[in-house]
């Protein structure tokens, strides 16, 4: 796992309106939002996000880490989900 390019990543996004923007705009799922981040440079990795999540929010049922995991950022779960990753929205 890159923790620390994980970290870096939710660092830039809460600190990069533009970022910010096109993961509300592309991030569709979790595989969208590591494509977006990849295509940026950062070296991370669908586990990567899903272990982040997960380390984040130890009391999330099994029902929201699918939620999360599973690609549904879109309409209500996106702000949810990327505010679970630490993602301000």
Avoid: N
């Avoid at 997960?54 to 209500?76: N, P, S």
């Amino acid at each position: 796992m890159s923790g620390v390019e994980l970290e870096r990543f939710v660092a830039d996004v809460k600190a990069d309106p533009r970022l910010q923007a096109e993961l509300k705009e592309r991030g569709s799922g979790l595989a969208s939002v590591v494509e977006i981040a990849r295509s940026r440079g950062y070296e991370i990795t669908t586990d990567d996000v899903r272990d982040y999540v997960r380390a984040q929010h130890r009391d999330l049922t099994e029902q929201e880490l699918d939620a999360v995991t599973g690609g549904v950022f879109r309409a209500g779960m996106m702000g949810g989900g990327m505010q679970m990753m630490g993602f301000p929205v």
